[in-house]
């Protein structure tokens, strides 16, 4: 759903965090180094974000498409979320923030969903940001899975618009993210949050995922705040009789 115009900081980030293969091969690493380092890059984003008031963190850790990369490197990351909450989760816990895990679980082992549920359990509670990882997650996956979810729950179709459908993605908890960014240099969305992202405002930068740190943070926070929000409506002025008036402008 599309939400209101808000303070300058936005209150919901969405990130790709992309560019860890690649800023490996260029340190002539395995690319699951760069994971590693990307991980570490996500814990910092997380406590510079909560530090700086935004209430929610939406993050692509690894989409749908992502089984087709090669085995180790799958492998790699499977194993990278067992070491991530043994290493980080206390830390987080303390710091107040909530873990949520979006994404089709079915095709992660026994292990990695324990671990999932851990950290949400371990988290529940706590409110100072809520940090949603994206986790075998596409935005058509999404839209699908919330359509079988209203189905399931007995909606007819006269019962069903955006709003109703809205409480059954995988981000019903959350506001519509305000700023969505994505590292590495590429221009696209690549499904994610697709329903979510219809009014935000999108960033993309030539960083790559581990060398974002934030003053780079502080750099796509600086651009979302000089943006002008309108969600489909015109931008006002005043007249020479001081009343005000519509100006036509292309959204």
């Known amino acids: 759903?599309?939400?209101?115009?808000?303070?300058?900081?936005?209150?919901?980030?969405?990130?790709?965090?992309?560019?860890?293969?690649?800023?490996?091969?260029?340190?002539?690493?395995?690319?699951?180094?760069?994971?590693?380092?990307?991980?570490d890059a996500l814990v910092n984003i997380i406590h510079a974000s909560a530090a700086r008031g935004i209430e929610y963190l939406t993050v692509f850790?690894?989409?749908?498409?992502?089984?087709?990369?090669?085995?180790?490197?799958?492998?790699?990351?499977?194993?990278?979320?067992?070491?991530?909450?043994?290493?980080?989760?206390?830390?987080?816990?303390?710091?107040?923030?909530r873990i949520r895990i979006i994404g089709d679980r079915s095709q992660v082992s026994e292990k990695v969903r324990a671990a999932w549920d851990h950290a949400e359990t371990l988290t529940a509670g706590n409110r100072r940001i809520t940090v949603s990882v994206a986790f075998n997650y596409g935005g058509r996956w999404d839209v699908v899975q919330a359509c079988r979810r209203a189905m399931e729950a007995g909606l007819s179709p006269a019962e069903l618009d955006e709003q109703v459908l809205s409480?059954?993605?995988?981000?019903?908890?959350?506001?519509?993210?305000?700023?969505?960014?994505?590292?590495?240099?590429?221009?696209?969305?690549?499904?994610?949050?697709?329903?979510?992202?219809?009014?935000?405002?999108?960033?993309?930068?030539?960083?790559?995922?581990p060398d974002f740190d934030e003053r780079a943070l502080d750099a796509a926070l600086a651009d979302y705040a000089?943006?002008?929000?309108?969600?489909?409506?015109?931008k006002t002025d005043v007249d020479a009789g001081g009343q005000p008036r519509a100006l036509p402008v292309a959204d």
């Open 1 to 39: 759903m599309v939400t209101e115009p808000g303070p300058a900081v936005p209150r919901h980030v969405a990130i790709v965090m992309d560019g860890n293969g690649r800023w490996a091969n260029k340190r002539l690493m395995p690319r699951v180094v760069g994971h590693k380092f990307g991980v």
């Open 61 to 97: 850790a690894f989409s749908s498409e992502n089984w087709k990369r090669p085995q180790d490197e799958v492998s790699g990351l499977m194993n990278l979320v067992m070491v991530a909450v043994s290493k980080y989760l206390a830390r987080m816990a303390e710091d107040g923030v």
């Open 167 to 209: 409480r059954y993605m995988s981000l019903s908890y959350a506001p519509d993210p305000d700023l969505f960014i994505r590292t590495g240099g590429e221009v696209r969305i690549s499904n994610f949050l697709l329903w979510q992202t219809a009014y935000t405002e999108l960033y993309f930068t030539d960083c790559l995922w």
């Open 226 to 234: 000089r943006r002008d929000r309108r969600f489909g409506r015109v």
